[in-house]
Structures are given as C-alpha cells and as structure tokens.
C-alpha cells in the first residue's frame, strides 16, 4: 500500500515538474555570471600562497560588465596572463585557466553578445576605485 501511495505521488509530481518552462540562460546572464565568476576567481589567486607569487605583478580585476573600459581592461588583462616569464607562472595551470576564461569572457563580449549588452557607463576609473573598495 505504501508503494502504491508513493508511486501515485511521484505520478502526480511529474506533470508538474515537466510543465514549468525551461529558460536557458541569455547571454546576457552568462557573461553576468562569468564576470563575478572572475571576479573572485582572481582575487583568491592574489591570495593563494601557490599563485600569489606570481599575480604579484598583475593588477587587481574587477569586471563590470556595464562599463565600457571592461572591454580594454581584459584586453589588457590578458596580455599580462599570457605575457607572464617566469618559468614557474606561465606554466601553473590555474594562471594558464584564469588566462583563457578572460579570453573567453572577452570573445563572449565582443562577438557572441555584441548586440545584447548595454554599456551604461564608460568611466574607466570606476573599475579601479570599485576593486579598491571591495
């Protein structure tokens, strides 16, 4: 009986569960999230003992996506990562991964959402004094 109770149950949630619409995620969402993603993502490797060393020398980054100087800035960004020559940080995985997910976030940006962001605000020196309060 139990069974029969629990089966008629699941039964009943299903159609539920189906019904309720799916909504991939806009572009706009994506770069949102890859963008704080990032965010935090480089300030820990500032602070990891493995890492730090050699993100000694490369500025802090704050993306904000609603800026147009975010554009140049990773541009920048990624030159630094990718310009790294000490042995030991060009070849350490997670400065390599950090370099190709700005690029990536980068070509998103410039190609693939060109048309669905809005850049509110070209302030440059926003994104420095916003990292420099967070």
């Not at 690029?103 to 669905?116: A, E, T, V, W």
């Amino acid at each position: 009986m139990a069974i029969l109770k629990h089966s008629l149950l699941v039964l009943s949630l299903v159609p539920l569960i189906l019904a309720s619409p799916y909504h991939p995620p806009t572009c706009y969402t994506k770069v949102l999230n890859m963008a704080q993603d990032l965010t935090q993502r480089t300030a820990e490797m500032k602070r990891h003992p493995e890492t730090s060393h050699c993100m000694a020398n490369i500025p802090d980054l704050y993306i904000d996506i609603h800026n147009e100087c975010v554009m140049s800035k990773m541009r920048t960004y990624i030159s630094l990562v990718e310009g790294l020559r000490e042995r030991r940080c060009s070849y350490t995985r997670e400065v390599r991964k950090l370099g190709l997910a700005v690029r990536q976030l980068f070509i998103i940006m410039s190609q693939k959402c060109h048309g669905d962001l809005v850049f509110t605000s070209s302030d440059c020196a926003a994104l420095e004094r916003r990292h420099a309060t967070a």
